[in-house]
């Protein structure tokens, strides 16, 4: 377990649980023993799990089977462990189903792949279904339908409220997802991924680009392991406003936790004021024709 401790006032004091699991782990099995890990952790502000680490990253046969409502049991067993333990809770995401057939979406298939933050009390507090699906046509893009909403939210705790911005996965490599998320007020992006091993330097690489370019945070949570004979890509970061890498895991499964200085976010857009040159209109014509 690595722990980095920023000792500054305006802390927030998170939690990035990098699961590993094969395919010999029942899903069930699999959310007992995360239940079990999270609520051994001792005082966090924020707990944050990775992409579809109960459903399966790269387990597209089987999602269909296993997919549940907002309301059903995985996020049901993460809002008693949100109760339990008193901290903001990212449950990762979970492929969500439809609860009625009249809200399918545009493409009939009611199915999501939806990040879920519940509050302490255990409440559902924020959702995000993931705009950008992986698979070139296969998989997600496949079986799943596109979110179309961007998720900006306010965290509360006692040292005051920061604003939080959700995206998933493959999210990361679209810039203009992370502008949106800062043009309505994000100061940290948690970010969960099932992101393979072979492009691992990728997700390093633009953690730190989006980062860098939005002068926000960015939690970055990966999984570990090999599953659907996929080998996970591990090395979940927090990237501070600079660009700058706080901690890094390495490619097993660990837990990363750190107290990030959320006063950085506004020093440094006061200290390198780069946000106030961009010619956004512009560009959105051009964006716009597409």
Known sequence: MTE?????????????????????????????RVSRWIRGLGPTDLVMLPELW?????ASTT???TAEAINGPTVARMASVARDTGAWLHAGSIIERAEEDSDRGVEGRGLWN????????????????KIHRFGFGDGEPRLLEAGTDLAVTSLVRDAGVCQIGLATCYD???PELFRGLGALGAEVVLLPAAWPMPRVEH????GRARALENQAWVLQCNTAGTHSGVEMGGHSQIVAPTGDVVAELGSGEDALIADIDLD????????FPVLADRRIRIFSRHIGRQ
Do not use: M
């Open 4 to 32: 980095v401790d920023a000792s500054r006032a305006d802390r927030l004091r998170v939690a990035l649980l990098q699961v590993s699991y094969g395919d010999d782990e029942t899903l069930d099995e699999r959310v007992e």
């Open 114 to 129: 939806t990040s879920v933050l519940l509050s302490p009390q255990g409440t559902v507090h924020k959702t995000y279904r």
């Open 203 to 206: 997700w390093r690489l633009l």
């Open 172 to 174: 990361l490599r679209f």
């Open 54 to 58: 109960a459903h399966g990253g790269f």
């Open 264 to 271: 950085l976010v506004a020093t440094v857009r006061v200290d």
């Open 63 to 65: 999602w269909e089977s």
